[in-house]
């Protein structure tokens, strides 16, 4: 199974710049070992199960927590997929087998 995470989180209580708290947030994910990809307005990530996934954002949730943010605002957008993997890579692939190379 694949499950393809696009998440989107960060404190609304800390400023106008959220980078050094989405910094922290990409830091756990990138220390989590899931495959992701940051884009300029979220990260995409994959897992192999839904628990997985919605345990991941539950501990980027818990990073912004103990950064002393009191709202955070967060968008999680799921596509599920049983009996594929590294769907990251073969969704884009199969773009790429029909117009060429795109810009990543």
Do not use: W
């Not at 910094?23 to 994959?46: D, F, H």
């Not at 769907?87 to 884009?92: D, H, T, V």
């Amino acid at each position: 199974m694949s499950v393809l995470l696009e998440m989107s989180m960060f404190p609304t209580d800390h400023g106008e710049s959220k980078s050094k708290y989405v910094a922290e947030v990409i830091n756990l994910i990138r220390a989590s070992g899931y495959t992701y990809q940051l884009t300029p307005m979220a990260t995409i990530i994959e897992t192999k199960t839904m628990s997985e996934a919605l345990n991941l954002a539950g501990k980027c949730y818990e990073v912004l927590e103990e950064l002393d943010c009191n709202r955070v605002y967060a968008t999680l957008k799921f596509d599920i997929r049983k009996g594929h993997e590294n769907r990251m890579k073969s969704k884009i692939e199969s773009i790429q087998n029909h117009i060429g190379k795109v810009s990543l």
